[in-house]
């Protein structure tokens, strides 16, 4: 059985940095895309990053562009999710996501494993 278990999430200050950890326990996902998607107190969740199988090729919502960076260590079924420069508005849980599609996506929907997340917290 898959799990995906994040890891990273704290309250920090708005300016600084935190690195978030997604483990992928059951099965290899060196071949699979992966995602990070947040949902802020009373709203939807929202995609963040993807990146696909190799991290050749990355995407971010635009409101992350430059500031958060996804990447992956596929030796150790691990994906990360570098921010920096955080504001209070970055605050939510983020989640973890895999597909069993190669590609990463955008779309929520096209991935089929999900990790229980982790809050993020950002204080102005």
């Known amino acids: 059985q898959v799990h995906l278990v994040e890891s990273g999430g704290r309250l920090v200050q708005a300016g600084d940095f935190l690195r978030l950890s997604c483990v992928v326990y059951g099965r290899s996902f060196s071949n699979n895309g992966m995602g990070w998607f947040r949902q802020a107190p009373g709203k939807e969740r929202e995609f963040v990053a993807a990146?696909?199988?190799?991290?050749?090729?990355?995407y971010y919502t635009d409101s992350v562009k430059g500031r958060f960076t996804i990447s992956r260590d596929n030796a150790k079924n691990t994906v990360y999710l570098q921010m920096s420069s955080l504001k209070p508005e970055d605050t939510a849980v983020y989640y973890c996501?895999?597909?069993?599609?190669?590609?990463?996506?955008?779309?929520?929907?096209?991935?089929?494993?999900w990790g229980q997340g982790t809050q993020v917290t950002v204080s102005s």
């Open positions: 990146t696909s199988w190799s991290g050749s090729s990355t």
């Open positions: 996501a895999a597909r069993r599609s190669s590609g990463g996506s955008t779309y929520a929907v096209d991935y089929d494993y």
